[in-house]
């Protein structure tokens, strides 16, 4: 039987060989590039130890690149750009995205940790740096036991059995965070500044637990924040006739009655029945529709003008589904019925009763701040723990962002922490730190906090080690928990090694002190001092250090099983066969049309 050179040279490179093509269908890239003009891109194919080796050597890179920047001395990282000046940063995940390796299998291991720092950002947006110092030490540790002879399959399952029982010890010796100390701790410590620190603990603890902080770019060259209190609707008023206060622009109602309808009100035979009521009881009026027009909108800014009825009118936020949402978020939160035809209640039949109330309403050009009266406060609560549901299962990170802000809208108002700074660089460096804590201090909430410094897995590592191998009875199993045992110690080694003190002296004296004084002791590597961390605000969120040791087991012990590895073998090809190729498709293209 024959076989076409193009099907052998397939057939050869699955098989991690090169195949020998006539040089007729040959370029000298080393493309196949067969008579019909289709382009094949050949398979490198390597096995066991050799693919392993090479995963290995990526994972390294990333590593080494990313663990100088742990800790209160860690140092900064450069990235180069393409467009504009380069960036400093001190950002695990961030440094991590950004390598890329010549070498194809190399780089299979850099996206292996990629995955890995990416899984704790979303997670629990910070421990990046540790989960990747981790993976490193397990992947390290690991490849010398699979060469000694050890399964790879038992020594992943444990791996993984080992990291969810470290897991669990985090959590029964975290503490829950008691007051604005606490949040100032964790997002001083995760920021790496004291000031920053300060500013989102006075964040959080305006807004509450169910508000919301976001960072924005300010125009100065310092750090300010804003809070904005109320329910915040991104609309202004329709026509500047409502504006009262001619100097500040804006319209402001106090204890006005709200309607909330999805119509769009252009008729004012529609709205005169509710009109006439409002007049005879002098109650100022905030109109929340789709869209008001037309003779609708004439009367209102008559009467509005002439002193007869104090009313604003302003346009639904959001659009499509989302809108509705919004309505009825505002619904609730003022005490309205939502005027919709499609529960049955039209704009002529609506009473005064239907009206939501609340405390004052500012209306700006392109913002209105309704601020309410505390009326509504239980069937507020109900309705962000639904929106809450919601955003747990929204599919998206939009929706779970439209979610969140939907909350923070309705529970405690928005602060916004505006970062100032003097170059572009700097700036872009403190918002990721900025990001970073705010990260921190949310999952400090949610799970409590541990010392930091890396003393609480050296702690577990010093004091659970023989008590969580004993609860496996296979050998190779237990081979990969003591695995993972030794490597908890790593983040505390390297903590200590970027403050130019040598590791394992540190790590030895910690555990000389926890067994002396009890769990919380540790270095501060600020300070360069030991004490008790807990005591000197020296924290890290307990959620950040369970993603690390999860995050890091499950790709570490993936890549300890792998026996075989595919990748593309590079191509390069001259301007002139580029070119030459993007012609012939264009034409291939042409005549296919």
């Avoid at 003008?305 to 939160?333: E, H, N, S, T």
Wanted: proline fraction near 3%; hydrophobic fraction near 40%; aromatic fraction near 4%.
């Amino acid at each position: 039987m024959r076989i076409a050179a193009p099907a052998l040279s397939l057939l050869l490179s699955s098989l991690g060989c090169y195949a020998f093509v006539p040089a007729a269908l040959q370029s000298n890239t080393g493309t196949i590039r067969p008579a019909n003009g289709a382009l094949f891109m050949a398979k490198r194919v390597s096995f066991k130890e050799d693919s392993r080796k090479k995963l290995v050597e990526g994972i390294n890179q990333v590593a080494n690149a990313v663990k100088v920047t742990l800790g209160p001395k860690g140092r900064n990282v450069v990235l180069e750009r393409n467009y504009g000046a380069p960036e400093i940063v001190n950002d695990g995940v961030t440094i991590a995205r950004e390598i890329s390796l010549a070498d194809p299998e190399m780089n299979v291991g850099v996206r292996l940790v990629q995955e890995v720092a990416s899984k704790s950002d979303s997670k629990a947006g910070d421990g990046t740096t540790t989960s990747t110092i981790m993976t490193q030490a397990i992947v390290n540790n690991g490849m010398k036991a699979v060469t000694s002879g050890v399964n790879p399959i038992a020594l992943n399952s444990g791996i993984k059995k080992a990291a969810s029982l470290v897991a669990a010890k985090v959590k029964e010796l975290a503490t829950s965070v008691t007051g604005i100390d606490d949040l100032q701790s964790v997002a001083t410590i995760a920021s790496g500044s004291v000031d920053m620190g300060r500013i989102i603990a006075q964040a959080f603890d305006k807004v509450g637990e169910n508000g919301s902080t976001v960072i924005e770019e300010s125009q100065t060259l310092f750090d300010e924040i804003e809070f904005t209190e109320g329910l915040t609707i991104d609309r202004g008023f329709i026509s500047p006739y409502f504006v009262k206060d001619q100097e500040r622009q804006v319209a402001e109602l106090i204890s006005p009655r709200i309607l909330v309808t999805d119509a769009k009100i252009d008729n004012v035979n529609e709205i005169v029945p509710l009109l006439e009521q409002l007049v005879k009881t002098k109650e100022p009026v905030l109109i929340i529709a789709e869209d008001v027009t037309g003779d609708a909108l004439s009367a209102l800014v008559v009467n509005k003008m002439r002193g007869v009825l104090d009313v604003v009118a302003i346009r639904a936020p959001g659009f499509g589904q989302r809108r509705k949402a919004y309505l009825q978020d505002i619904a609730i939160a003022t005490g309205a019925t939502y005027v919709a035809e499609e529960v049955g209640i039209t704009l002529d039949s609506v009473t005064t009763d239907m009206l939501g109330t609340a405390d004052r309403c500012v209306v700006a050009k392109e913002q209105t701040t309704i601020v309410t009266d505390g009326k509504q406060e239980e069937a507020v609560i109900a309705r962000i723990a639904q929106i809450k549901r919601e955003g747990e299962e929204a599919d998206t990170d939009f929706d779970r962002d439209k979610a969140q802000e939907r909350v923070a809208a309705l529970g405690g108002g928005i602060a916004r922490i505006k970062v100032g700074a003097a170059t572009e660089t700097e700036l872009k460096d403190k918002k990721l730190r900025y990001e970073d804590a705010l990260n921190s201090v949310q999952s400090a909430r949610e799970l409590g906090i541990v010392p930091g410094g890396g003393s609480c897995l050296a702690y577990i590592q010093d004091t659970f080690t023989e008590e969580i191998l004993a609860q496996f009875d296979d050998e190779d199993q237990k081979t990969g928990a003591a695995i993972l045992m030794k490597s908890l110690s790593e983040p505390c080694c390297q903590v200590a090694e970027n403050a130019g003190v040598e590791g394992a002296v540190v790590l030895n004296k910690i555990v000389e002190l926890t067994r002396k004084n009890g769990f919380g002791y540790g270095w501060d590597a600020s300070k360069n001092n030991y004490c008790n961390l807990m005591e000197a605000g020296v924290v890290d969120p307990a959620k950040v250090t369970i993603n690390a040791v999860e995050n890091s087991a499950s790709v570490a012990g993936l890549v300890l099983t792998t026996e075989c590895l595919v990748t593309e073998i590079p191509v390069t090809e001259t301007e002139d066969e580029r070119q030459r190729r993007f012609d012939a498709e264009g034409m291939g293209m042409g005549m296919g049309m």
